[in-house]
């Protein structure tokens, strides 16, 4: 549906004024990530989209996000975009023929086509009011997710509320020594990033591993600069975070029990108690003997005992024995990183730059992939 991007090129089929595009910018939960010639994370160019294509005839939105609003499934957002096309007279075939096209697409076993189908062709000529809902669910406000960050450790057990107490702490103390992250025009999403990685590091290893991402990120914030609108600092944060996570088992059976991701799942779900919705999880837990070169292997669908029993090695298992080896060298060379990017203003520019392509992995979820070597690349690259 695309035409003319590359006027002079293989796309020059028709000039941008008689160009118009349905397209989905957002990424799927299963979608490998997007990378560019060079094999570095990258987006999708929204404006060189909106320049190719006729306006404001043209729709550049998520629709995936707006189909697992509204219909619990982000792959129907294709049908959604059909509609859409297919109500604004883009699509010369008669209403009987797609119809029952949609119809056989059904049948052959991808339910609620007929209705996404539809719901695309509702929402073609007042498509800014189909993507109020789905902006006020992704809008977070600050003082309720610290709320939730310090009650989400409970106050069951002494050491629940030690680490409550904690978060709470190195919240404050964030807000107090990096103020410009909430009030800087365009970064308003600094903080809240902040908060996360906070609740997650103390999480992971309490006030010593939360009071590391705080004070490293905090001597960033003091070699940076307003003019600059602090984007080294708020480049660096969600990296530091994913580095200074090791993703081992134990923080990963935590994290699976805990409220944020429950929140998580129910918001992605679309679960409304409202209306009566529910929602009950069951785990299938694989679990497998192993003598020489026989094993046995056994799926058992089971509630959360498994995630709470390896949890429960918390208290056992000390810090520094956990993590890989690959993981403890990502979390070393990027600590590292972070104090020399704060020691070196006069190479700025260069590790606001390696830190936007760090950032661009952490978002995708690949920092934890990279080799040795390929941080390394990174870390040196120059403009």
């Not at 941008?16 to 160019?45: H, M, R, W």
């Not at 190195?170 to 107090?176: G, K, N, S, T, V």
Request: proline content about 3%; some cysteine; charged content about 25%.
């Amino acid at each position: 549906m695309l035409r003319s991007i590359d006027p002079r090129g293989r796309l020059n089929i028709g000039s941008p004024e008689k160009t118009i595009a349905i397209v989905n910018v957002d990424s799927l939960e299963q979608q490998a990530p997007l990378t560019d010639q060079s094999g570095f994370p990258a987006t999708i160019d929204e404006t060189t989209l909106m320049n190719a294509c006729k306006l404001p005839e043209s729709v550049i939105k998520g629709f995936a996000s707006l189909s697992r609003y509204t219909f619990h499934n982000e792959r129907l957002g294709d049908v959604v975009q059909l509609g859409m096309a297919y109500q604004m007279g883009l699509i010369p075939v008669t209403l009987d023929a797609i119809q029952v096209a949609v119809g056989e697409v059904e049948k052959s076993g991808f339910a609620r086509s007929v209705e996404a189908f539809e719901f695309g062709r509702r929402v073609a000529h007042n498509s800014e009011a189909a993507w109020i809902p789905v902006r006020e669910e992704q809008q977070e406000d600050l003082d309720r997710l610290i709320r939730r960050s310090v009650h989400v450790f409970g106050r069951r057990t002494r050491k629940k509320v030690k680490l409550a107490g904690i978060t709470e702490r190195l919240i404050a103390q964030a807000r107090e020594q990096m103020q410009d992250l909430e009030t800087i025009e365009g970064a308003s999403h600094a903080m809240l990033d902040v908060v996360t990685g906070i609740r997650r590091c103390v999480l992971w290893g309490g006030e010593e591993v939360g009071s590391l991402f705080v004070d490293t990120l905090h001597k960033l914030y003091l070699s940076d600069s307003k003019v600059t609108k602090r984007m080294l600092t708020r480049r660096a944060i969600l990296p530091l975070a994913e580095a200074i996570l090791v993703r081992d088992p134990i923080y990963l059976a935590k994290l699976s029990r805990s409220p944020e991701i429950r929140k998580k799942i129910h918001t992605m779900l679309n679960i409304r108690h409202a209306r009566g919705d529910e929602i009950s999880r069951r785990y299938l837990t694989r679990i497998r003997l192993q003598i020489w070169n026989w094993s046995l292997r056994v799926d058992v669908r089971s509630s959360d005992w498994s995630a709470v029993f390896v949890s429960l090695f918390d208290t056992v298992i000390p810090l520094k024995w956990r993590g890989s080896t690959q993981d403890k060298k990502l979390r070393t060379l990027l600590l590292d990183a972070a104090i020399e990017a704060s020691s070196t203003p006069s190479a700025y520019d260069d590790w606001q730059n390696r830190f936007a392509v760090l950032q661009k992995h952490a978002i995708n979820g690949t920092l934890h992939h990279l080799t040795e070597e390929e941080l390394t690349t990174i870390l040196q690259s120059k403009g």
